[in-house]
């Protein structure tokens, strides 16, 4: 009779055991984030990275203590299976402080009529705040040309106090191209991640290098932007912020697009945007307005392509509009031109690859200081 149970025994574990092979739910961790992003006075994105297939879903607990569960769905189908993982959050109210946590349920078998879950990870909470809806100041840090040198960017961030800044601006050339998307966490998004970005949220805005490499054609997957374009604007205190993408700089027949560049039909669009936009109520009726562009815009011989283009273009509709300051990147040295200078009326300030840009916009006006890689001061420019 023994040697029966035991046997039954051994046939039970035996079967037991070819039924988990395949199944892995060992080491089930987050990778990579979180990161915030596109932030509005109601809404905001949090994306984070699995190392395993997940249903992704946020925990968020409200200014008076009360939770709320959210995850995403698209046609009818809750959002899962993936390892990239982007939940959008809406309802929420203006300049407020709100904690959540990373809510992610492994996934170990998903079929037409079966699925298996297996751990669930949740995070510790972090907080993030939504736009005010009327704040007299903005305050936001500027990063452009890092082009993979995270340990620059890391620097910056470990010798300056970050409580202050309302957001975080990427100004285009974070990355040299974008062949295999592994490649952004180690660029710059880890480094975020550590520093701020699961608390506060960033822009990216593409510069040229970002059009570049296989994966370039799927950057959004990775963030998030208004109305799912790399052109928006959006308002934070007292400032009108206008986002504009140069796409590449030379031009569309340049032989080394090998055929596959129609930036000068893209930045058409973009410019019949652009006169729309500054017909609104919101730019027209804002304090400020300041410009984001990785490519300079300015009234210059010799230029490339994309500068000459957005020059002649986007430039007089900028001088008959109004604009306050002019950020800019791509040239790798630090440069400031004065509204006379520039040839449509606006200051314009370029930040190099090895300095960092604080900005701070007030009822007393706008201020920008150029920091170096050790968070020192080098420029400090104020526009009244
Ligand atoms: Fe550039």
Redesign the pocket.
Known sequence: MKKIIFCISIFILASLKSLCQGIDNDNFVVTHGPWIQNPGTTTITILWTTNKPAVPGITLTMPDGSKRFIRNSHDGIVDAGGTLHKVKIDGLRPGTEYKYSLSSVQILKYQAYRIYYGDTISSKPVSFRTIPDNSPTVSFTVF??VHEQAGKMGSYLRHNALANQDFYLFN??MMDWLQDPEELYAAFLDTAAFYFAGSKPFFYVR???ETRGFAARELKKWFDYREDRFYYSFDFGPVHFIILDGGE?KPDNSRYYYGLADYDAYRLKELEWLMEEVRRDNFRNAKYRIVIV??PIIKAANQNQAMTFMSEKFGPVFKESGINLVLS????KNTFYDKNKTGFGYPLLVNSNNSFLEVTAGMQGIKAVVKDVEGKPVAEYVFK
């Open positions: 452009n040309d285009g050339d510069g040229n290098h700089d990785h490519m990147a791509h040239t790798h």
